[in-house]
């Protein structure tokens, strides 16, 4: 689970002149305060609680995609591979930040490696991750593990000059590793590919790592859920799980499924594709996916070994009418929407889900009756046990009316005059008469608290 995520100089967020802590950091976090209402569905991490959900609202260009931009650029630094030559991706404020690095810095809870002993109390880790950055080079990067009462290092690096800590200065490798990091090279990431899991402390960059490359799943309003058309042809019960959905949100269709592709000359695939994979699909020992708008398509082979090119198709049945079924492509934005969060919303409430879902403008496209049927959905079946999270941004404020969010729960961005973002939470409005239990969606349309449009 996500409990923080800091950082400073990115975007239109520049260094905060205002942080309480003195470095000029801006703090999204998902601890909870106080405040009692929806108390039953707050997980709890050891003594802690934490938030499953948080929405984050502010005007157009305010900075909200930008927040999850800075989340989704540093998960791109540590996962995705790059040309040494190719510059780091971090973007510092064009008028305020120029000449600084970037900085983030992110705490998140892992589950207690395997590798070490049970500690009473402790079958879970609070790790903190920092790193420093400017497009040519890292300039500090660390990890940590945040226990009671202290913080233990298992690396710290300034620079080319990396300090190991624990089973990781025992380590042939990470001391290897640790005197040739190239100056863009992430040494989390290097670690991890490098060391494994074989060794207590290379359990633990291992979680940590894994945190960002499969846990942290971030959803842009044009996403696709690329797996759809195999899942869906191979998967028995999540194909009856997203039919089942489909027919109670009133979106039309009765099923999805797989057909061949009539839209596309499936010859003119075939033939893009190398005929040493279209021999492994042949012999069944491959499918192929490929990325098309909408639904994507399906490469595999037919009991008698021919090649079969399929795509998404939605089925409409019009009762004593008849049927028809159409490609996913041509249905309205609003269901291919949701036909692309469906899976991610199902993943949300599996049991023993313990992912973060970052989801910008969850909204988009969607009827405000089903974004909010659809929050209070998963909402439901959060418990003190869960170990899923789920963020958006929105413009959607009748979630606001709809009871379903604590103060603690709702962000407000907002851009001043000199082109600089800031943030609060609408718990942090309490001296400005935003109590618990009050009317939210007044106070915010009223323009009380920030994150309302300026009127033109």
């Known amino acids: 689970m996500l ?49 499953p959900v948080s929405a984050i609202y502010g005007a157009n260009a305010s900075g ?40 983030f810095e992110i705490s998140f809870v892992v589950s207690r490696p395997s590798a070490y002993d049970a500690e009473r109390g402790h079958d879970e880790w609070n790790l903190v991750y920092r790193l420093a950055a400017d497009r040519s080079c890292v300039h500090r990067e660390s990890l940590t593990r945040v226990r009671t009462r202290d913080e233990v290092y298992l690396f710290e690096r300034d620079g080319n000059r990396v300090e190991l800590f624990d089973d990781l200065a025992e380590s042939k490798k990470a001391v290897a590793l640790s005197e040739i990091i190239g100056e863009k090279e992430v ?16 359990a633990t960059i291992q979680n940590a790592f894994d945190w960002f490359a499969k846990q942290l799943i971030i959803v842009r309003p044009q996403s696709l859920y690329i797996p759809l058309p195999y899942r869906l042809s191979k998967d028995d019960v999540f ?10 949100a009133d979106t039309g269709i009765s099923e999805l499924r797989t057909e061949p592709t009539w839209a596309i000359d499936p010859q003119e695939i075939l033939g893009s594709l190398p005929e040493s994979a279209l021999d492994e699909v042949r012999n069944g020992n491959r499918t192929i996916l490929i990325h098309e708008p909408a639904a994507g398509l399906l490469v595999s082979a037919d009991s008698s070994g021919e090649l079969v090119v399929e795509t998404v198709v939605a089925v409409h049945n019009q009762g004593a009418e008849g049927s028809f079924s159409l490609p996913l492509s041509r249905e309205s934005d609003g269901t ?15 049991k023993d889900s313990n992912s973060v879902f970052v ?33 958006i941004t929105t413009h959607e404020v009748q979630l606001m009316a709809a009871d379903l969010l604590r103060r603690d729960e709702i962000w407000l961005v907002t851009k001043d005059k000199t082109g600089k973002s800031s943030m609060a939470r609408v718990s942090d409005y309490a001296d400005q008469g935003v109590r618990e239990g009050a009317d939210l969606l007044r106070i915010y349309t009223s323009g009380r608290i920030d994150g309302v449009p300026r009127e033109v």
């Open 3 to 51: 409990k923080y995520f800091a950082f400073k100089n990115f975007g239109c967020f520049a260094e905060d002149e205002l942080d309480e802590t003195g470095e000029g950091f801006h703090v999204f976090t998902m601890e909870a305060t106080r405040e009692r209402i929806h108390g039953e569905r707050l997980p709890h991490v050891g003594r802690q609680r934490l938030l």
């Open 64 to 103: 909200k995609s930008t927040l999850i931009d800075a989340l989704e650029v540093l998960r791109s630094i540590l996962v995705e591979t790059r040309n040494p030559k190719e510059p780091l991706p971090v973007r510092p404020h064009e008028l305020y930040g120029r000449q600084s690095p970037t900085e």
């Open 187 to 202: 040494f989390l990431s290097s670690l991890a590919r490098v060391v494994g899991d074989t060794a207590p402390a290379g």
């Open 239 to 248: 194909r009856d799980a997203i039919n089942e959905h489909l027919s109670t």
């Open 336 to 350: 291919i929407r949701f036909v692309n969060l469906l899976p991610i919303l199902l993943d949300f409430v599996a």
């Open 359 to 391: 989801i910008d403008e969850l909204e988009n496209s969607l009827h405000p009756n089903l974004t909010g049927s659809i929050l209070a959905g998963l909402l439901d079946s959060c418990t003190a046990d869960s170990r899923v999270q789920l963020i």
